[in-house]
């Protein structure tokens, strides 16, 4: 028998490794930020060997939605303590949005984003580019620039003002890109019509204006402008059993993204935690959530987004219609979802299609995405029998606060390895701010 003698930098011992193509008991070698080997590798050397015994190494957990609010609106969260939140969370990379203040709408401010977040970071990143009316001319330029996850657009609008309502803003945006565009699509004229249907310090009324035809509409709408245009969408945060359905016959120019809130929370919740749930797309009944939990059996969802979407608690209390959309979600993403795995409603093998491979089959991330030799040595490690209780006081997301404060899961987060660096072990901190700008397939250069 040969024995190996190769050296590694780490070696992350006897873990169940879980890839988009299954599982099984393997050991992982790193050198450098490198995945280097797996298997066996109980003859190789290694200045660090970690135990995993009873631990799961998922690739690592990409966010491919959060709202790190910086520039501008920094007292609700910045790049640091967004990505901090992240790495506590098992979370390695994100992809964040530009709805900040300035809007991230040029090369100007997408650069200055990517120079506060190289090395400040705690994790991996991108930033999306919003598409406006102004912009269109330079969308093709933009969209290429290195650690861009592509052009963002709100058809209808949520927090910050950018806007594309009309179909020929959208077409002349989807003529100007080559690569998948992302869409928050709810149909601004049809909110703005139905505003009179919101009640006054009744966040149970954000559903009735943000009814189930003001997603589809503006899906049906999307889906329309993909095939004239022959180009790919991806649709953010759908919450709808309508849209569920009607999106299964469009996979070919439209991806899907879910988020655990739609997955976890229902009509109920408003009674519990009022404005603290109100977001955009909203909350739904359990019908929905049902057709959400079926789309991610069926397949039809994708990809796995926590929209991350951090107010104070000062701009969540103030009285419905007021209170701010939006909920923080980025550190609880995977602990939620590791106990929806183990409560049975999905396997761990389709988590990891959601939320690693899918990133990579859908935006094309370079050495990103899968536990494989070459790629990045990104790893989401995972005690699956961990049972804890959520709470405020453990989010580091500036916020300060969660919807799931006081619920007690199965499944957390033990590991945050990002391209071979050990950045949160056990719950702590340990190598910090070593953030780096993703790369993609369709802008290598
Ligand atoms: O509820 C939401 N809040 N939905 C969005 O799409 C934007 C987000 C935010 O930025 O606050």
């Not at 070696?11 to 169940?16: C, D, L, M, P």
């Not at 959208?170 to 709810?186: D, Q």
């Not at 749930?277 to 009944?285: L, Y």
């Not at 799931?404 to 987060?413: A, Q, S």
Request: glycine share 10%; with cysteine.
């Amino acid at each position: 028998m040969t024995r190996d003698m190769a050296q590694y930098d780490t070696i992350f011992k006897n873990a169940t490794l879980v890839n988009q193509d299954g599982q099984g008991i393997a050991d992982v070698g790193v050198r450098g930020s490198r995945i280097a080997a797996l298997g066996d590798l109980s003859g190789a050397g290694a200045a660090e060997i970690v135990d995993c015994t009873g631990l799961h190494i998922l690739p690592g957990v990409i966010d491919t939605q959060v709202h790190f609010r910086e520039p501008g609106l920094t007292h609700k969260e910045d790049l640091q303590s967004g990505s901090l939140s992240a790495v506590m969370g098992g979370i390695t990379g994100v992809f964040e949005m530009p709805n900040t203040n300035p809007l991230t709408t040029s090369r100007e401010t997408f650069d200055a984003k990517i120079a506060a977040g190289t090395n400040r970071m705690h994790c991996d990143f991108a930033f999306y580019i919003g598409g406006t009316h102004e912009n269109v001319s330079e969308l093709a330029e933009l969209e290429k620039l290195p650690g861009c996850a592509g052009i963002k657009v709100f058809i209808g609008s949520s927090t910050g003002s950018l806007l594309v309502a009309d179909d020929n803003g959208v077409e002349a945006i989807l003529r100007a890109v080559s690569r998948r565009a992302a869409f928050h699509s709810e149909d601004e004229f049809m909110l703005e019509a139905r505003k009179h249907l919101r009640v006054p310090g009744d966040p149970f009324s954000h559903p009735v204006w943000r009814s189930p035809e003001v997603a589809l509409n503006c899906t049906k709408r999307l889906v329309g402008l993909a095939r004239k245009t022959g180009k790919r969408i991806h649709i953010l945060h759908i919450s709808t059993s309508e849209e569920m359905a009607y999106l299964a016959d469009y996979k070919d120019v439209a991806s899907v993204e879910v988020t655990p809130h739609h997955l976890t929370l229902d009509e109920t919740a408003y009674d519990r935690l009022g404005t603290y749930v109100q977001m955009n797309p909203p909350i739904r009944d359990a019908q929905h959530r049902a057709s959400i939990w079926a789309g991610v059996s069926n397949g039809v969802v994708d990809i796995l987004g926590s929209d991350h979407a951090p107010h104070t608690r000062e701009e969540k209390d103030r009285p419905y219609p007021a209170s701010h959309s939006g909920m923080t979600g980025v550190q609880t993403l995977v602990p939620i979802m590791l106990d929806h795995v183990n409560a049975g409603r999905l396997s761990l093998v389709r988590f990891v299609d959601m939320t690693s491979a899918g990133p990579n089959r859908l935006f094309g991330i370079a050495n990103k995405g899968r536990i494989a030799v070459g790629y990045d040595a990104d790893l989401t490690i995972v005690d699956l029998k961990l049972r804890e209780t959520i709470r405020n006081a453990s989010v580091k997301s500036r916020a300060g606060w969660t919807p799931y404060d006081g619920v007690t899961v199965t499944g957390w987060p033990v590991g945050t390895i990002v391209r071979g660096k050990t950045v949160m072990w056990q719950g702590e901190l340990v190598t910090a701010s070593i953030g780096q700008p993703m790369r993609f397939l369709e802008a290598l250069l």
